[in-house]
């Protein structure tokens, strides 16, 4: 069975090697789609998605705070911190490592925008040195209307971690994106920016790592969409990602103690709520060590060679969001690469996932792109016509083809046997969401980089 599974592998890369996407234009696609989950005030905005408008204008706080701005989480209107934290932080993680990437098609610029559209809103939500605001909007409310973002009227629900409700998952994940994106911002020569991100990072971190706790036992409307298994995969991440903006020893340090004492290493995978790999690739890239190196280079062999494959070549680690999280161990493994881990071997098995989602199994799973793309992405905003048409769950029943494009939204994907049904009810297979796209545009920045 090995042997055949290494001769799949092969088969899967070669196949890669010759297949030809665009990588340029799914990636400047894929930012389209980041424009197109914002919130708040868009008037103004230098956008190219014109369907979407103002929404959300009134989010505050429980003492009045603005809470406008951040990212709707997928095809609703919440907006999840804990994911949105993530989807920052991987953001940077590519604008700063595949820079070249983004510089190639002209969109380098437009990358950093991105990100500042979330950390302007953590900025906001982060309204003293031990208190953030973590959700805004009541998850079920919200999944019980199907309808435009401007045109909502449900309760928009402000909730936060504090030192009496903590939140360290959430807490360190939003200092590990706010110092991320301080190294996005120093390297754009925005000094000012820089480093009032780095402090907002340190306030953070140290909230996190002084009154423990998970955020979903805090902001308990999270558990059903977001629950957080446990926060000690985020207090090293976040110490990783402040020693890198900063090269102050002690977060170095404290990420390898944590490292250590938690026994995070490899855990289920690299995603919204496990850090434990990219916590292992980052260890790697800044102290070359050796433990860190094999952890990683056992974890990327046995996803090239041995684990489950569809008969298409998709690496199947689960069934929600199947393509997700291919992506997102893929461009883990791009990391190792760059490191000189066997490199051609990760890389050609990263461009065969991102070939899959792309068109390779005879269809795209990127809406707006390729071959047979998506239609019926699980997405209220894309599905309804323009104002004032009537929008609701008649919409949500119906047949026809969503009304906007949703360029760039990469879907769930498809099941263990590449079985996949592009109709808006099926949110296993066909949602999108914000950290769907942030490892899937980080392994197409570092394809384009690399000259595919």
């Not at 979903?216 to 629950?227: E, G, P, Q, W």
Request: with cysteine; hydrophobic share 35%; net charge negative.
């Amino acid at each position: 069975m090995k042997s055949f599974t290494f001769v799949l592998a092969f088969v899967v890369a070669l196949a890669a090697v010759h297949a030809n996407y665009d990588y340029g234009e799914a990636l400047w696609k894929s930012l389209l789609f980041y424009q197109a989950q914002r919130s708040g005030k868009l008037s103004g905005m230098n956008s190219l998605v014109s369907w979407r408008k103002d929404s959300a204008l009134h989010d505050r706080g429980q003492n009045g705070e603005d809470l406008t701005g951040g990212y709707y989480d997928a095809g609703d209107f919440v907006k999840f911190g804990f994911p949105m934290a993530y989807t920052i932080t991987v953001l940077s993680w590519s604008t700063i490592d595949y820079a070249d990437g983004y510089s190639k098609i002209g969109w380098l610029e437009e990358a950093r925008n991105a990100i500042k559209w979330g950390t302007d809103y953590f900025i906001k939500a982060h309204v003293s040195k031990n208190e953030f605001y973590g959700q805004v909007g009541i998850g079920q409310e919200d999944h019980n209307y199907w309808g435009r973002p401007e045109d909502m009227t449900e309760s928009r629900t402000a909730y936060k971690i504090d030192a009496s409700h903590p939140g360290s998952d959430l807490a360190a994940e939003t200092a590990a994106a706010l110092a991320a994106a301080s190294v996005v911002f120093r390297k754009a020569g925005d000094t000012n920016y820089a480093n009032t991100l780095l402090q907002h990072a340190k306030d953070l971190y140290n909230f996190a790592d002084t009154y423990r706790g998970k955020y979903s036992d805090s902001i308990t409307d999270a558990k059903n969409f977001y629950s957080s298994y446990d926060y000690t995969d985020e207090l090293v991440w976040g110490a990783i990602w402040i020693y890198r903006a900063s090269n102050d020893q002690k977060y170095l340090t404290k990420a390898e103690q944590y490292y250590n004492s938690f026994n995070i290493q490899y855990r289920t995978g690299f995603g919204w709520d496990d850090k434990s790999l990219g916590a292992t690739a980052m260890l790697m890239k800044l102290t070359k060590g050796s433990t860190y190196k094999n952890v990683l280079e056992n974890f990327c062999n046995n996803l090239v060679y041995s684990q489950q494959k569809t008969p298409k070549g998709l690496a199947f680690l689960g069934e929600w969001g199947s393509i997700r999280n291919s992506l997102n161990v893929a461009y883990i493994c791009m990391q190792a690469a760059d490191e000189g881990i066997n490199s051609a071997t990760y890389r050609n098995f990263a461009k065969s996932q991102m070939d899959y989602a792309l068109g390779s199994a005879g269809r795209s799973y990127v809406v707006g792109f390729g071959s047979n793309p998506p239609t019926h992405e699980h997405h209220r905003a894309a599905s309804c016509p323009n104002a004032p048409a009537a929008c609701d769950w008649n919409t949500f029943n119906g047949g026809q083809a969503n009304y906007h494009v949703l360029y760039g939204a990469l879907v769930g994907g498809p099941d263990a046997n590449d079985n996949y049904n592009d109709v808006r009810n099926d949110a296993t297979h066909n949602e999108v969401a914000c950290d769907y796209n942030a490892a899937f545009q980080g392994v197409l920045a570092g394809l384009k980089k690399l000259g595919y």
